[in-house]
């Protein structure tokens, strides 16, 4: 039990770092986009990205750090999102489960939040002084999630009209949605990981397991006359 309770701890810790990560980066990307973003997508819709052409030369430079950018805050997502299905994992959530909450269509805009309400209630329970609170956590960082996942998809090239000049249409907004979410999703983790490190096992438990192994040890018995 204890080492569980240092696992999910271990865990939890890896998602703060990875979310931490994933925000820097895109903030990093948003920067690149307001500072020189703009003026570099106008310039590539003009003059196009062939390093032949001796009129692009100068915009290599800028193109190759957006694609860097770019890659960091994928790299940084990805990581986010096996950190935290790592740590639902050591939380008590099946694989399975894990997949059908996050992945099958249509369920996946609840059963996430609805999984981690019953990991922290078969922690500790929940107190009805700590519900309501624990209840609008869940709910505020539910709904940042969808946002800010609505706010990507919605900035995709194949969603957003040929004339908009931007290279990735992300801004101080969608940054700052995305650092809410990061943010209450952090604390729900924090929520979570305390119930379960605070969960105490029952004290007849560990005894009951000790008794097949105390019936296995040898015997020793002694001489009548000792």
């Not at 973003?37 to 430079?61: F, M, S, W, Y």
């Not at 997502?77 to 639902?88: I, K, P, Q």
């Not at 969808?146 to 940054?175: K, Q």
Request: hydrophobic share 55%; proline share 6%.
């Amino acid at each position: 039990m204890r080492y569980a309770r240092y696992a999910v701890g271990r865990a939890a810790i890896g998602v703060y770092l990875a979310l931490a990560a994933q925000i820097a980066t895109l903030t990093c990307l948003v920067v690149f986009e307001e500072v020189r973003g703009r003026q570099l997508a106008r310039q590539v819709a003009v003059l196009g990205t062939d390093p032949r052409v001796p009129e692009t030369q100068p915009l290599v430079g800028a193109v190759t750090w957006f694609a860097v950018l770019v890659l960091l805050a994928l790299a940084a997502t990805v990581a986010a999102g096996c950190s935290y299905f790592s740590w639902l994992r050591h939380a008590g959530a099946t694989p399975g489960t894990i997949a059908i909450a996050w992945f099958v269509p249509v369920l996946n805009l609840a059963a996430p939040a609805l999984l981690l309400y019953k990991l922290r209630e078969d922690a500790t329970g929940i107190r009805d002084a700590r519900r309501v609170s624990w209840l609008a956590l869940l709910a505020a960082w539910w709904a940042s999630w969808l946002v800010t996942l609505f706010l990507i998809v919605t900035h995709l090239p194949v969603f957003r009209p040929s004339t908009t000049h931007s290279l990735t249409g992300l801004g101080p907004t969608e940054l700052t949605v995305a650092v809410l979410a990061a943010v209450l999703c952090a604390a729900t983790v924090r929520e979570v990981t305390r119930a379960k490190w605070n969960a105490r096992p029952s004290g007849l438990a560990p005894r009951l397991k000790l008794l097949p192994v105390l019936r296995s040890l040898p015997r020793h018995t002694y001489p009548a006359g000792e």
